[in-house]
Nanobody, 124 residues
């Protein structure tokens, strides 16, 4: 069983930045691709970013491309999401997820493990 714990969310003004962290309970995740999703009130959970098991490939939603960066640190079994130039429409609960698929995945159902989420609120 893999446990994922997100942190780093908070309240920030538009144009600001945050760094989200996702700590995994086991180093097994080193063989998994990892992703970030978000869910705004009244909306479906949507893909934000993903990184392959070896860090060689990444994928981003068009809405965050150029503003968000996903990375992973194998020594600590942690995945990061750097959020920059934040906009009010980025307000959501951000979830970390792990996929046993080898390739980068943008599809929710391909992820096997999920964290509890961390709230990001961007004020205008």
């Amino acid at each position: 069983q893999v446990r994922l714990v997100e942190s780093g969310g908070g309240l920030v003004q538009a144009g600001g930045a945050l760094r989200l962290s996702c700590a995994a309970s086991t180093r097994t995740v080193r063989n998994y691709s990892m992703g970030w999703f978000r869910q705004a009130p009244g909306k479906e959970r949507e893909f934000v970013a993903a990184v392959s098991w070896n860090g060689a490939r990444t994928a981003y939603a068009d809405s965050v491309k150029g503003r968000f960066t996903i990375s992973r640190e194998y020594a600590s079994n942690t995945v990061y999401l750097q959020l920059s130039d934040l906009k009010p429409e980025d307000t959501a609960v951000y979830y970390c997820a792990a996929s046993t698929a080898v390739l980068v995945s943008t599809v929710k159902k391909q992820y096997d493990y999920w964290g509890q989420g961390t709230q990001v609120t961007v004020s205008s």
